[in-house]
């Protein structure tokens, strides 16, 4: 005794420590997962704005284009009036030299022709001040989609960055995910080492009797230890084993640390065999419940955390066995203990 004392001693030494370190470990990567989340959400709001620009900038290049185009067009035109006019001036410069070389051509002609080379002197100067504004304007054009060339870039480049660390984020996450499994997965290790000590515990306590067994994750005690038959009223048998089973969940409550959620599930089974209609419950299911519900509320009398008690009822659906013969219902009239995560 004195040794067992010393290593459950030695266990309370080590283990609180060990877990406070695993509690911290936990908040730790909860708290940068929850950055990296917020990180990928608001580059997800800055990426969503990118684009947005990115549309209506090519939209204006398109308009720009088409003005560009339009312009360009306007400006053949005055191209080709201007070779027009210079033709037409060439050909009037002619007539005024043939004008002018004939001696005897008379004043009022030679007016007329004067007049004439006026007014087409007048309407190609005035060609040439519209093709210099439209050359004026093609080049203001050329300069803003230079313009809008160089921000689309500097868009593509911010994307691709943007991008990139949203890679990198989600790999971090992933990371992040798959530590997270590793902790989890180690705090239901350290429950299931819990159970065990429990019910290694309780087997001590209770002894080795054949109506109390252990099946798979579950201590099963036969109702006949705790109820009389089609009753909920615990016997004093059952109070005496519901006592001990009352100081060793005490004892435990002491020893889980606080962090980790978990609850003794205390579940009732019946055999398939109906009630008789002149009991208190209907039906196998009523008194199975019933029966989960006292012992719940024997424990809690006897100091236990009613947040680590659930109590549960399956009627004869849950059967542990199969058969229609007394040993099959004996068996199946139970009371079944699960230590479980809440």
């Known amino acids: 005794m004195a040794a067992r004392a010393r290593r459950r001693e030695a266990r309370s030494d080590v283990w609180p420590a060990f877990v406070d370190v695993l509690s911290n470990l936990l908040l730790v990567f909860i708290f940068l997962l929850s950055i990296f989340a917020l990180l990928q959400f608001?580059?997800?709001?800055?990426?969503?704005?990118?684009?947005?620009?990115?549309?209506?900038?090519n939209g204006q290049i398109a308009e720009l284009t088409e003005l560009l185009a339009m312009e360009r067009a306007?400006?053949?035109?005055?191209?080709?009036?201007?070779?027009?006019?210079?033709?037409?001036?060439?050909?009037?410069?002619?007539?005024?030299?043939?004008?002018?070389?004939?001696?005897?051509?008379?004043?009022?002609?030679?007016?007329?022709?004067?007049?004439?080379?006026?007014?087409?002197?007048?309407?190609?100067?005035?060609?040439?001040?519209?093709?210099?504004?439209?050359?004026?304007?093609?080049?203001?054009?050329?300069?803003?989609?230079?313009?809008?060339?160089?921000?689309?870039?500097?868009?593509?480049?911010?994307?691709?960055?943007?991008?990139?660390?949203?890679?990198?984020?989600?790999?971090?996450?992933?990371?992040?995910?798959?530590r997270l499994n590793v902790a989890l997965a180690q705090r239901v290790q350290e429950l299931s080492r819990y159970r065990s000590d429990f019910f290694g515990r309780l087997r001590e306590i209770l002894g080795n009797r054949p109506d109390i067994t252990i099946v798979g994750d579950r201590f099963v005690f036969q109702s006949e230890v705790l109820f009389p038959s089609g009753s909920d009223e615990?016997?004093?048998?059952?109070?005496?084993?519901?006592?001990?089973?009352?100081?060793?969940?005490?004892?435990?409550?002491?020893?889980?640390?606080?962090?980790?959620?978990?609850?003794?599930?205390?579940?009732?089974?019946?055999?398939?065999?109906?009630?008789?209609?002149?009991?208190?419950f209907r039906n196998n299911w009523e008194l199975s419940s019933a029966r989960a519900i006292a012992v719940v509320r024997f424990l809690v009398d006897q100091g236990v955390q009613p947040i680590h008690l659930v109590a549960a009822g399956f009627g004869e659906f849950q059967p542990l066995v199969q058969g229609n013969d007394d040993a099959a219902y004996a068996r199946n009239r139970r009371i079944e203990l699960k230590l479980t995560e809440r």
Request: charged fraction near 30%.
């Open 42 to 57: 608001l580059q997800s709001r800055e990426i969503t704005g990118k684009d947005t620009v990115l549309n209506r900038l």
């Open 74 to 178: 306007g400006k053949q035109d005055v191209a080709d009036q201007l070779a027009n006019l210079q033709a037409s001036l060439a050909s009037a410069e002619a007539e005024r030299d043939r004008l002018k070389g004939a001696a005897d051509s008379s004043t009022a002609a030679a007016g007329s022709a004067e007049g004439q080379i006026a007014i087409i002197t007048k309407a190609l100067e005035n060609e040439k001040v519209v093709s210099q504004k439209a050359l004026s304007q093609v080049e203001i054009l050329n300069q803003q989609i230079a313009a809008l060339r160089r921000q689309i870039g500097a868009l593509e480049e911010a994307l691709g960055a943007s991008e990139k660390r949203d890679t990198e984020s989600q790999t971090k996450i992933a990371d992040l995910g798959r």
């Open 234 to 280: 615990i016997n004093e048998e059952g109070r005496v084993e519901m006592t001990k089973l009352a100081d060793a969940l005490k004892v435990l409550e002491g020893e889980i640390p606080p962090e980790i959620a978990w609850v003794l599930r205390v579940d009732g089974h019946t055999d398939a065999r109906p009630l008789s209609g002149s009991g208190r």
